[in-house]
């Protein structure tokens, strides 16, 4: 039982780059999220999914897209990448918002 | 807007001494409250977490939390840190609406002396 993992782990890209963050859960939860971390400012969430099939705006969605693949995937993707999206980059998944949120280890992501 | 509030950016603390990090929240109802750790590196760890009933929850790692409806606090406890308590911790509360979000506090890094 892995719990949430992530892929990769570092990742340096070039402005303008494109990539996608990987977002895996075998706890057969519904809801997946994304958030990014950066100094000071807590977690601040991107994308999340309610359930299979459905994705909603956070408080950060600029730049970035999701793709709900299926129950257990959740992936971001950075069309083109930005030194403002220089950052931790968090995934997580619960059963129902009322449960606890159980976290991947984290992508660092840096944006040249 | 809902938000919450982690007055120290910092704390230090003697090994063995009590420790307490303040957190404080703005929402409408009552709402779902947990305390997260994050040691260096890693991701994010479930400490405790408040929904109802008890005013007081007990957690991992001996820390516990007292939910004050009066103060919209939800301060987090330790009667006696060990050295490996060092880690940023992290307020949060859950909306009780269709966003499923949780809204983080922006951590209070604590610093364990020996």
């Known amino acids: 039982n892995a719990g949430v993992t992530q892929t990769p782990k570092f990742q340096v890209l070039k402005t303008g780059q494109s990539m996608t963050l990987q977002c895996a859960q075998d706890m057969n939860h519904n809801s997946m999220y994304w958030y990014r971390q950066d100094p000071g400012m807590g977690l601040r969430l991107i994308y999340y999914?309610?359930?299979?099939?459905?994705?909603d705006k956070g408080e950060v969605p600029n730049g970035y897209n999701v793709s709900r693949l299926n129950k257990r995937e959740f992936s971001l993707r950075l069309e083109s990448a930005a030194p403002s999206q220089t950052s931790v980059y968090f995934c997580a998944s619960n059963q129902v918002v009322s449960e606890t949120q159980y976290f991947g280890p984290g992508t660092r992501l840096l944006v040249l | 807007a809902q938000s919450v509030t982690q007055p120290d950016i910092h704390i230090t603390v003697s090994e063995g001494a009590s420790l307490e990090l303040r957190c404080n929240y703005s929402?409408?109802?009552?709402?779902?409250l947990f305390w997260y750790v994050q040691s260096p590196g890693q991701g994010l760890q479930l400490l405790l977490k408040y929904f109802s009933g008890d005013t007081l929850v007990q957690g991992i790692k001996g820390f516990e939390a007292e939910f004050k409806r009066s103060q919209s606090s939800f301060n987090l406890r330790k009667p006696s840190v060990h050295w490996s308590d060092a880690a940023e911790y992290f307020c949060?509360?859950?909306?009780?609406?269709?966003?499923?979000?949780?809204?983080f506090g922006s951590g209070t890094r604590l610093l364990v002396r020996p």
């Open positions: 999914s309610a359930s299979e099939g459905t994705t």
């Open positions: 949060a509360v859950a909306l009780m609406d269709s966003s499923y979000k949780l809204i």
């Open positions: 929402y409408g109802a009552t709402p779902y």
